[in-house]
């Protein structure tokens, strides 16, 4: 089972942009689904980007679709979420999670169908 660790969060003002990694120990990203989710106080953990690392197929969120972009890198051990404009409403902890098992258009942002987990690292956009 993959290991995952996120850094590159921080306090960034809106229209900003910062840039997320999530790095992973014990096998390569090749064989899973990987998504970024976001947790803000009081709210519901939700997917905003995934890839599936093997074929590169992503999928965004309406509500980060044109800003955010999940990418790779060639050896498949760390992707990254390139957050573009940021917006206050996108102040929150982000997460990374892997699962080994094929998405649908409709599982992708499944968080109880991921069983690795980062720890999370927090972005905060002041306004």
């Known amino acids: 089972q993959v290991q995952l660790v996120e850094s590159g969060g921080g306090l960034v003002q809106a229209g900003g942009s910062l840039r997320l990694s999530c790095v992973a120990s014990?096998?390569?990203?090749?064989?899973?689904?990987v998504a970024w989710f976001r947790q803000a106080p009081g709210k519901e953990r939700e997917g905003v980007a995934g890839?599936?690392?093997?074929?590169?197929?992503?999928r965004y969120a309406d509500s980060v679709r044109g800003r955010f972009y999940i990418l790779q890198d060639g050896a498949k051990t760390t992707l990254y979420l390139q957050m573009n404009n940021l917006k206050p409403e996108d102040t929150a902890m982000y997460y990374c999670?892997?699962?080994?098992?094929?998405?649908?258009?409709?599982?992708?942002?499944?968080?109880?169908?991921?069983?690795?987990w980062g720890q999370g690292t927090p972005v905060t956009v002041s306004s």
């Open positions: 999670a892997a699962d080994g098992r094929a998405k649908s258009s409709s599982t992708w942002f499944d968080k109880n169908l991921y069983n690795s």
């Open positions: 014990g096998d390569t990203f090749r064989r899973y689904s």
């Open positions: 890839i599936y690392a093997g074929g590169g197929m992503t």
